[in-house]
């Protein structure tokens, strides 16, 4: 069964901080993974995407992480700050079908001061 | 500006009333789709469309109906709303859903059904 699953579901770092969310997946066959980032009361954006064949890619302060032999990703935020406070979202999306896209449930980051 | 647009943003409304939320693009996407929102159950699909006439079932359609009779447009209909149906609904427009494209999400519409 497709499933995507993420941890921890909340998070709360002060400002400044590092942290690491994590998304595991056990889709397949497996085309490229999506991190979004969903501020309170708007619509989810891309941070970044990860293709089999790329193991670390960085957008400012983010860093994602592939391994796609563990099924694992990862997003890594470096000195955190208050507007970082947000939901992020792990998608992942398959070669076949019309409509291949999985969705993880996301985790809920806040950070304080 | 390349943008999803919904509305209304927010509406309360009553058990049974018919009510259509708009969704228009101006990005010339293929694909659009549907989400609601729930605390902890994140995302989960409604209606999809690859193209113009073209729409399926996502994870959740029971009570919703779709069209798509224009490109740009997407419109979503609840016929008999009922309280279970209170949720944050997006919808979102990308190119060919095929290649794992971004999506472009409006900014929500927040229903409450009494």
């Known amino acids: 069964k497709n499933q995507v699953e993420q941890s921890p579901q909340s998070l709360i770092i002060l400002e400044g901080k590092n942290c690491t969310l994590q998304?595991?997946?056990?889709?397949?066959?497996?085309?490229?993974l999506r991190w979004y980032k969903q501020d309170t009361g708007r619509g989810p954006v891309s941070l970044t995407i990860?293709?089999?064949?790329?193991n670390t890619k960085s957008n400012g302060r983010y860093t994602a992480t592939l391994d796609a032999d563990t099924k694992q990703s990862s997003l890594h935020i470096t000195a955190s700050q208050l507007s970082d406070s947000a939901s992020y979202i792990c998608?992942?999306?398959?070669?076949?079908?019309?409509?291949?896209?999985?969705f993880g449930t996301g985790t809920r980051l806040t950070v304080i001061p | 500006e390349a943008q999803v647009t919904q509305n209304p943003r927010y509406l309360i409304t009553v058990t049974g009333k018919k009510l259509t939320v708009t969704c228009s693009q101006n990005?010339?996407?293929?694909?659009m789709s549907w989400y609601r929102q729930d605390p902890g159950l994140g995302l989960r699909q409604i209606y999809y469309?690859?193209?113009?006439?073209?729409?399926d079932k996502g994870d959740v359609p029971e009570g919703y109906k779709v069209s798509r009779k224009e490109k740009r447009n997407f419109p979503l209909i609840l016929e008999s709303p009922s309280p279970n149906q209170t949720s944050l609904y997006f919808c979102?427009?990308?190119?060919?859903?095929?290649?794992?494209?971004?999506?472009?999400f409006g900014p929500g519409t927040r229903l409450t059904v009494l």
């Open positions: 979102a427009s990308s190119p060919p859903a095929g290649h794992g494209n971004e999506q472009f």
């Open positions: 998304c595991n997946y056990t889709v397949s066959p497996f085309s490229n």
């Open positions: 990860m293709t089999f064949s790329e």
């Open positions: 998608v992942v999306s398959v070669l076949t079908g019309a409509n291949n896209l999985f």
């Open positions: 990005m010339n996407h293929e694909y």
């Open positions: 469309s690859m193209n113009v006439e073209v729409t």
